[in-house]
């Protein structure tokens, strides 16, 4: 590793130690999102710092109004909610792109990723935020008011967020590779400053299909003790939930690799355009 990679490693390890004992984080998710990040550093610095950013963020936004989130949610205060699981959901596509550029490292792979990273980020960023609106989402299929934390739900803030998450990636990738060519003193690729918009936009749409997806078939269930919507047949508050709608095996977890990959493809598609202006 690097030095720079081998730096964001103790910074992702430190704030997925913090995160555990803040209750953000189970035991299990804390790993793989070291693992991820140990795994996305073998295809490039780039890749290593887009990696750490999506952990980082994701603590920092799940941390903040955790008192206001978790009496919304029904969510008891302290216990932890990210698992692996959560974060295969959200980077598993991401990991699938790890291995396949060891195989041949090709632009439409970067951009993939890149895609990836800013739905990844749009989502925790719409989900974490949009929960402290002061109005209550909507479903984004029929625009009318739901619960917080219900699937498809959307609200103006989290949209806001989503946006902005998106660009924040493509702006980090865009500098990365800047830093990166300037380093080996390689040809500077001018497709690559259109890179904050393509995340914008496929990590934007990335976001809103995993909504979609959301609120027309994912599970859903309610916690006839707490009163309340849950996204598992497990409420938060640990007892059993009632199945109210949606397909069983249409989890969170599925909703997000559809969404992800979405917005890969969407980034793909805008940067290609892009390389032939």
């Known amino acids: 590793m690097h030095c720079s990679t081998l730096a ?32 996305a550093s073998l295809a490039g610095t780039v890749w290593a710092v887009l990696t750490a950013l999506y952990v980082v963020a994701s603590i920092l936004l799940s941390g903040y109004g955790a008192e206001v989130k978790a009496s919304r949610l029904g969510r008891l205060q302290g216990r932890a909610y990210h ?9 598993g596509w991401g990991m699938v792109l790890v291995i396949l550029v060891q195989l041949q490292h090709t632009d439409v792979l970067d951009y993939a990723f890149v895609g990836v990273i800013a739905t990844a980020l749009a989502d925790v960023a719409a989900t974490e935020l ?24 959307v609200s103006q803030i989290g949209l806001v967020a989503a946006a902005a998450g998106s660009w924040l990636a493509g702006l980090a990738a865009l500098v990365g590779y800047f830093i990166v060519a300037l380093r080996a003193r390689a040809l500077w690729n001018d497709a ?5 918009m393509a995340a914008l936009a496929g990590g934007f749409i990335g976001t809103l299909s995993d909504s979609l997806l959301g609120a027309v078939a994912q599970s859903r269930y309610y916690c006839e003790h707490c009163r309340m919507i849950s996204r598992s047949a497990t409420h938060w508050c640990g007892l059993n939930a009632s199945h109210t709608g949606g397909l069983r095996w249409v989890t969170g977890e599925l909703v997000g690799l559809v969404g ?14 892009a390389s032939n202006i």
Not at 9 to 20: C, E, G, H, Q, S
Not at 29 to 34: D, F, H, L, Y
Not at 144 to 153: C, D, H, L, M
């Open 260 to 273: 992800s990959l979405v917005g890969g493809s969407v980034t793909v598609l805008i940067m290609l355009l």
């Open 83 to 91: 698992t692996w699981r959560h974060l295969a959901g959200r980077l």
């Open 192 to 196: 690559l400053l259109w890179l904050p």
């Open 130 to 153: 949009g929960t402290l609106s002061a109005q209550p989402p909507r479903r984004l299929s029929d625009g009318v008011a739901t619960s917080y934390g219900a699937p498809g739900a």
């Open 8 to 39: 964001l490693l103790l910074v992702v390890i430190l704030a997925a130690f913090l995160a555990y004992r803040r209750g953000i984080y189970t035991a299990d998710g804390a790993a793989a999102g070291v693992a991820v990040y140990a795994a």
